[in-house]
């Protein structure tokens, strides 16, 4: 099921089928570096837990999840994007994105988060749409930025988000837009 469209990207369910194209994104240590400090994601993880609990998204909020971005003239792969119930705090939709290090400093991140923004304060009628990420994760602050999300704050991600990992190391950021502030295009 496609979700939307955008100049240049198509945005759709995941399916079992994908699992190659995940594991493979997840086992580049620079894709992953933000997220697990490197660590790749098993196929296991993926079939055992992470998929189910996408799919389980789509059954009970059948507009939000995470969507495959593919490349809409030629059906590649580009890595994902999600807006979805934040799992901090749930009064808040949270927007989240992960690309091929190929297609990084392309405009795919904002152009896919900016098209579900619009997405969550339309079809979805959210309140509010959130983002995070570590401290030092620079590039996706500026997608964030870029989208017509405004920085919120500092705070620690949960021991359950990043598990073992000092405080420190789960410093981040913030940032956040109402249905108030958001402009729809023009």
């Known amino acids: 099921m496609i979700l939307l469209e ?7 369910r995941f399916t079992d089928g994908d699992i190659e194209r995940l594991v493979e994104l997840d086992s580049d240590p620079e894709v992953m570096r933000y997220i697990t ?27 939000l999840g995470y969507w495959a971005a593919e490349e809409r003239q030629t059906g590649e792969f580009l890595g994902w994007f999600h807006l979805r119930p934040d799992r901090i705090e749930p009064e808040h939709q ?6 091929r290090r190929a297609m990084w400093g392309r405009g795919y991140a904002t152009e896919g988060g900016t098209a579900l923004v ?19 994760h620079l590039a996706s602050q500026r997608v964030m930025q ?4 405004r920085y919120a704050g500092g705070f620690v991600f949960p021991q359950h988000v990043l598990e073992g990992r000092s405080e420190s190391e789960r410093a981040g950021v913030k940032y956040c837009i109402t249905r108030e502030q958001w402009a729809p295009p023009t």
């Open 6 to 12: 955008t100049t240049r990207l198509r945005l759709r």
């Open 37 to 63: 400090y490197g660590e790749p994601t098993s196929r296991e993880e993926y079939e055992q837990d992470i998929l189910p609990r996408w799919f389980a998204i789509y059954a009970a909020t059948p507009l």
């Open 94 to 99: 949270e927007l989240g994105y992960r690309l």
């Open 118 to 136: 619009g997405h969550g304060f339309g079809p979805v009628a959210a309140a509010s749409i959130s983002a995070r990420a570590l401290v030092d």
């Open 146 to 149: 870029k989208c017509g999300l």
